[in-house]
């Protein structure tokens, strides 16, 4: 953790260093890709020693299979060997960490590299293997047309911004700030003269830094004060369980569920002011004439703390790794994408049994919100009183479902998961079987997974 903390200050420092003395007016995008490539390098193998071999070994494999593979399995073959290489490290967690979390844990960074990986291959599938009107309008965008040089491959996966903590990005906006288009694309994509400019401007990141090194600090305050003492293992301690009544324990679950969630705040946002100090991470401007540099954030704490769905809460906690999940599984998934989504995520994190069971009560539980949502929401919205009412009661049934499903996570075993359930009564899986079994299920919109140019046509056969 030490290690971690140290090697993100110092990247953040290098992070303004190389916007102000290696921006792209100052040096060429050779020299900006092979510093970043150096310094990330250099962060893990200082963070991790000679485990940070396994990041190198799975960077050069899918390098080879990016050169050599047909541009019509690319995809497949590198999701496979980079999922599979991952899940053999995870596997090796269980004898060498034995249920904890070492600081030569080099994981994190190898599930970065592991999505970097699959989102440019599936991404360059798009641009060379497919034609243009079998993508969606985001496929389209996000699509690479040729193969990335070694150096743009290994700054892509490796540099300092992200190779600590992440966040995961598109390939395309990563290259387009080391060659120095990101922010002037972003601003094209607005009508930036409506904003009052009369030129194109030029948005600093220091106050958005600056706002998220507030955060950090805020949440480390958090971590250092309430995570140690409010453990997730005293909801399952005996003594707890025999003296506490189900309310107080339900109330309890929240407390502690709360006190987990300073750490991820801390490195989350960490990791995306490093990316901001260094130009990246702009994300346009909003009707206000805003500047907002949130392309890379992974989590949005107030949608989370307000958050009256289950939908609305994961959108926005890891909100880079549930992009990744949606590009690479979800939107490509002939059947069952919701399942096999969650199932991705589960072994994505790890083998532990306590993830599978997070994911898969998540399945059953995101379900059942929708069938809710779907049935019952358009009763609600007649009256502001009746609105304000569903709001409280969704965003109290959210808060709770969300922490009846994390808990394994966090205890990451199966006796303690199962003690857990239990003195839980098992009643969250209950109620959401209950709803599946009472209430219609309306099938799910496939329209926005079908590609662009697909729904026009079929707009206009049936006109």
């Known amino acids: 953790q030490i290690n971690f903390v140290a090697c993100q200050l110092f990247a953040l420092l290098a992070a ?30 200082f963070c991790f020693g000679w485990y940070s071999i396994h990041l190198f070994v799975l960077v050069m494999m899918n ?13 497949r073959y590198s999701f496979l060997v980079a999922m599979g290489y991952l899940t053999l490290c995870h596997i090796s967690r269980i004898y060498i960490f034995h249920y904890g979390i070492l600081t030569t844990d080099f994981s994190g960074p190898l599930m970065i590299i592991t999505q970097k990986i699959t989102t440019l291959s599936c991404q360059l599938h798009d641009g060379i293997g497919r034609q243009a009107e079998e993508l969606t309008a985001e496929q389209n965008r996000l ?17 300092f911004m992200s ?3 992440g966040p995961c990005s598109n390939y395309k906006d990563y290259i387009a700030f080391i060659e120095g288009r990101h922010v002037h694309m972003k601003l094209l994509e607005v009508n930036w003269k409506q904003k009052g400019y009369d030129r194109l401007p030029d948005p600093s990141p220091t106050g958005a830094v600056m706002y998220k090194l507030c955060i950090t600090l805020v949440a480390l305050i958090l971590f250092l004060t309430l995570t140690k003492n409010f453990p997730m293992a005293y909801i399952i301690d005996d003594e707890f369980l025999d003296k506490t009544p189900f309310l107080s324990r339900l109330g309890y679950l929240y407390v502690v569920t709360q006190a987990a969630k300073p750490k991820y705040y801390f490195a989350w946002t960490l990791a995306d002011a490093v990316n901001n100090a260094a130009g990246y991470g702009f994300s346009g401007v909003d009707e206000r004439g805003i500047f907002h540099w949130d392309l890379l954030s992974n989590l949005n704490i107030w949608s989370i703390e307000t958050a009256t769905s289950f939908k609305m809460y994961i959108e926005n906690w890891n909100i880079q790794t549930a992009a990744w999940l949606k590009r690479v599984c979800y939107d490509r ?10 199932v991705l995520s589960a072994l994505w994190h790890g083998i532990y049994p306590g993830y599978y069971f997070t994911f898969l009560t998540g399945i059953l539980i995101t379900l059942a919100a929708r069938a809710i ?9 007649s009256s502001v009183p009746l609105k304000i009412a569903y ?21 990451l075993a199966v006796e303690p998961t199962i003690k857990f359930y239990k003195s839980m009564y098992f009643h969250m899986h209950i109620l959401s079987i209950l709803v599946l079994l009472m209430l219609p299920i309306r099938p799910q919109a496939h329209s926005m997974r079908k590609p662009q140019n697909q729904v026009m046509q079929n707009s206009v056969k049936s006109k």
């Open 16 to 45: 303004f260093w190389f916007r102000v003395y290696l921006g792209p007016s100052h040096a060429s995008s050779a020299v900006r890709h092979a510093f970043a490539t150096l310094f990330g390098i250099y962060f893990a193998i």
């Open 63 to 75: 390098y080879g299979i990016m050169n050599m593979a047909s541009i019509s399995n690319i995809h």
């Open 143 to 159: 699509a690479v047309k040729t193969r990335p040089s070694l150096l743009e491959y290994l700054s892509y996966l490796l540099n």
């Open 163 to 165: 190779i600590i903590a």
């Open 333 to 342: 998934a002939p059947w069952y994408p919701t399942a096999l989504t969650f």
């Open 373 to 381: 949502r779907n049935n019952c929401r358009h009763y609600f919205l």
């Open 391 to 411: 709001d409280v009661v969704t965003w109290v049934v959210t808060q709770l479902a969300v922490c009846y499903t994390v808990a394994p996570f966090v205890l």
